[in-house]
């Protein structure tokens, strides 16, 4: 797995690590738990927005949510096989298969309430 691109922060990078085409599977379908994948890319200025709230989701859901970033310049094939078109696109996989897909950047509260239908633990208070 390599370092988080374009960084915001050191906690950025460290709680949303980056997947590649090459890790994809290894990293997301075949994770144990649940997988929020950030398509991104360094000339997203909505994709700079989202990273703190992201690494603040992965941070306090550890060791029940991951949450991946996938740089869409360096890594077409991923990014083509799911369709993602706009930047950022979240798409959450459970047991490999994707079951939610958010397009934009979205407060941390607005982000939890879409994520709790797949995950119901997830409901912001």
Avoid at 6 to 34: I, K, M, Q, Y
Avoid at 42 to 53: D, Q
Avoid at 91 to 118: D, I, M, N, W, Y
Wanted: aromatic share 6%; proline share 9%.
């Amino acid at each position: 797995m390599t370092t988080a691109i374009d960084a915001t922060s050191d906690s950025h990078t460290t709680f949303v690590p980056s997947v590649t085409d090459d890790t994809f599977a290894s990293e997301v379908l075949d994770s144990d738990l649940p997988v929020l994948v950030d398509f991104t890319a360094s000339w997203c200025p909505p994709c700079r927005m989202i990273a703190p709230v992201l690494a603040d989701i992965a941070r306090e859901q550890a060791g029940r949510l991951r949450i991946v970033q996938l740089d869409v310049d360096a890594n077409p094939r991923t990014q083509a096989a799911y369709g993602v078109l706009s930047m950022p696109t979240l798409l959450l996989f459970r047991a490999g298969e994707p079951v939610k897909s958010l397009v934009g950047a979205h407060p941390k509260r607005r982000l939890l309430q879409h994520l709790a239908t797949e995950l119901p633990w997830l409901e912001p208070r």
